[in-house]
């Protein structure tokens, strides 16, 4: 009883112990490029995307003039990638297309990590009524067509602000998640510590937020990458159905505007539909890559025989 | 020792329920599993179904205004006259608050009656479903069982094979086809195949049948549908067979890694055997669950594949009707959806509580 009740102390120290915080940070970086070489490409991947997407528009001129003559036109010394339906330049957009689309897709991770972390454990620690009202209405949210939800609530909010857009993406994008972090912090509170901590009578929220939630990070963070390719393609979708004010520039918005004006049609359309196709393509891959990666460093068991 | 511990009160404890309890059978029933279980399911469809018809009210423009508002430039109708003339044709009483038009929609329903569809005027909502739906639920679930397939002996070879370049090569496949969600690979066929290179004749292509195709069971009606089907089937395979092959994968491995397995190979019961019977059989268990929800995704999962493909299933169709707000036909559509979707989820449950019967006494 008494090791029992002491555990949790000893697991708390190691946990939050200050001096031993830089080894292991150093050495799961050395792990990481060690063990994970696709993992250490598709970090790379994704930090030439976001540079690109940051810096990049800074060495771009703000106005991107019609060429006149050359409607989807292929790659030449003036426009690496060609033009598109309006003879404008095709590289230009895709620097400037992807800022926004990154930015709302990690907030709405960032929103929808944090709704369905806190509600899923709240949900398993509690139990009884709450739980069974979380788990109806995740029921319920899941089961709704989620491109009906999306039209709906884009056209309720004017869709200019893009923390509207990862709002309303975050309110459809919960509930798997929350589903897999209720079943999680299950199995995890029937462990010793949580017990112990548990009869000490430290509260809920203390146990949720000390002793939980930080044995369950590398979950969290493996879901925040997912949740973020899960927002990647809900904007693709609101852009292509026309759902979002379609002004500016953006990938999602190229290829709308791609299949809007024909390019399915056009055999010289190719590298105006391709371009932001790939660019999308690439960017989930590396963040699927990403996350993959991130479970082998934290779940060492699956990488061993 | 412990396991002597462990067995006993598990042996016991069967013995001390019939003791104590001798409740009536309707309480037994109320209190069953599947009983709440399938009473939760109805209550999310009534729920679902419910919220679809106040949303779909709520998206911006509705077909009577936009009929109201064309009469009246078209023709120079005064907007009453305009009015009486959308109301005689879409059978819809304009004025009527919206909570009694969702009384009588649910009136309706409880006959069995979808109503008629608004923009395709004179047909019912449930013949334009049962006109469209088989070619989706042909296509997609052809599509499903096909992925299923392949991707489970994919991902067995692949847990077999570790380390390999030959695992290294079908993971980087996996991982690149399930990053490309279904309708940009629709897109990306089209254009390099489809129209740059001109290998797939995809005009030749669109249609569930080649037009003056009958309907009938031969060898040629069932030639053109799967080529006409062929190039949505092959979007919907490469694009969710990297699920199945990574799930398998770690299934396997798990499998592999079970006491009766290294008990099998040490009774020297042929490798072969070993991995199909003993593994296989038990890796494969998780993904059927798998299977089943999936298979409630069958009807909505066409929605943007169709259109670009023009393949003439309920995924076209749902797509138009979103456009032009036809409300019976979307509410008839999406209570197919919904329906497919709970009633495959209570499958997937029910099925896993027979694999498992410590989910079936509830939680602890």
């Known amino acids: ?50 540079l690109l997407a940051t810096i990049g528009p800074f060495f771009m001129a703000d106005s991107n003039p019609s060429d006149g003559r050359d409607v989807f036109a292929s790659p030449s010394r003036e426009h690496w990638l060609g033009t598109d339906y309006m ?22 991770a960032i929103m929808s990590t944090a709704i369905s972390v806190v509600f899923g454990a709240l949900a398993a620690m509690i139990g009884g009524k709450f739980d069974a009202t979380v788990l109806t209405i995740t029921d319920v949210v899941l089961t709704v067509p989620p491109i009906i939800l999306l039209g709906v609530l884009a056209a309720f909010v004017r869709l200019n602000s893009a923390w509207l857009l990862a709002l309303i993406l975050a309110v459809t994008g919960w509930p798997t998640l929350l589903l897999a972090v209720r079943s999680q912090v299950l199995s995890l509170k029937e462990r010793e510590y949580i017990e112990a901590a548990r009869m000490l009578d430290l509260g809920t929220t203390r146990i949720l ?63 105006y539909v391709m371009s932001p196709i790939f660019m999308i393509c690439v960017l989930q891959l590396s963040l699927v890559l990403i996350s993959r990666s991130l479970e082998d460093v934290f779940n060492p068991r699956l990488r061993e025989s | 020792m412990a396991d002597i511990a462990n067995v006993a009160p598990a042996t016991a404890m069967p013995v001390e329920h019939v ?38 009210r709520l998206l911006p423009g509705s077909p009577i205004e936009v009929y109201i508002n064309q009469q ?70 052809t599509a499903l069982l096909l992925s299923f397939a392949l991707g489970a002996l994919l991902g067995m070879v692949m847990a077999y094979k570790r380390n390999t370049w ?23 066929i089209i254009v390099t195949f489809g129209v740059r290179l001109g290998w797939i004749p995809f005009t030749e292509m669109r249609g569930a049948t080649s037009s003056g195709q009958p309907v009938e069971f031969s060898f040629a009606f069932i030639w053109d549908a799967i080529y006409h089907a062929s190039l949505p089937i092959a979007v919907y395979v490469l694009t969710t067979i990297g699920g199945w092959m990574l799930l398998m994968k770690s299934s396997t491995i798990s499998a592999l890694e079970e006491d009766f397995v290294t008990a099998a190979r040490a009774r020297g ?3 072969w055997r ?25 009807v909505g999962g066409s929605l943007l594949v169709e259109p670009i493909f023009q393949y003439e299933g309920i995924g076209q169709r749902l797509f138009e009707a979103i456009r032009r707000r036809d409300y019976t036909l979307l509410q008839g559509i999406f209570l197919m959806i919904t329906i497919s979707v709970v009633v495959a989820n209570l499958l997937a449950d029910l099925l896993y509580s027979r694999l498992d019967p410590r989910i079936r006494s509830g939680k602890n």
Do not use: C
């Open chain 1, 87 to 108: 003879a404008r330049d095709t590289w230009h957009q895709i620097v400037r297309g992807g800022g926004s689309l990154l930015v709302v897709a990690a907030a709405a």
């Open chain 2, 269 to 271: 019961i042929p490798e």
């Open chain 1, 209 to 271: 937020f000390r002793e939980v939630l930080p044995n369950m990070m590398s979950y969290i963070v493996i879901n925040f990458v997912s949740g973020m390719t899960g927002a990647i393609y809900g904007q693709v979708i609101l852009y292509f159905l026309g759902l979002v004010s379609l002004a500016g520039n953006n990938w999602g918005l190229m290829i709308q505007q791609g299949y809007a004006q024909g390019a399915l049609n056009n055999r010289d359309a190719l590298w």
């Open chain 2, 19 to 56: 003791q104590d309890e001798a409740p009536p059978w309707y309480t037994r029933i109320l209190g069953s599993f599947i009983f709440r279980r399938v009473l939760r399911a109805f209550l999310t469809i009534f729920f679902v179904s419910t919220l679809t018809f106040f949303l779909i």
């Open chain 2, 274 to 298: 070993v991995l199909s019977f003993y593994v296989g059989r038990n890796a494969i268990l998780p993904l059927f669950t798998q299977l089943t929800i999936s298979i409630g995704f069958v």
């Open chain 1, 1 to 50: 009883m008494n090791q029992a009740v002491l555990s949790p102390e000893i697991q708390g120290a190691n946990d939050s112990g200050e001096l031993s915080e830089p080894v292991t940070q150093r050495s799961y970086w050395h792990n990481f490029v060690a063990n994970n070489k696709v993992g250490t490409a598709a970090l790379i991947v994704l930090a030439a995307i976001l």
């Open chain 2, 72 to 141: 009246i430039s078209q023709f120079g109708y005064t907007y009453e006259e305009a009015r009486n003339q959308a109301e005689a044709l879409y059978a819809i009483d304009v004025d009527k608050p919206m909570f009694l038009q969702y009384l009588d929609y649910l009136n309706n329903l409880a006959h069995g009656d979808l109503g008629m569809s608004l923009t395709a005027s004179g047909t019912s909502v449930a013949s334009i479903i049962n006109s469209r739906i088989w070619w989706t639920v042909f296509s997609v679930g």
């Open chain 2, 166 to 188: 030959f695992e290294g090569a079908l993971s980087g496949f996996a991982s690149i086809t399930h990053s490309i969600p279904n309708y940009l690979l629709a897109i990306l």
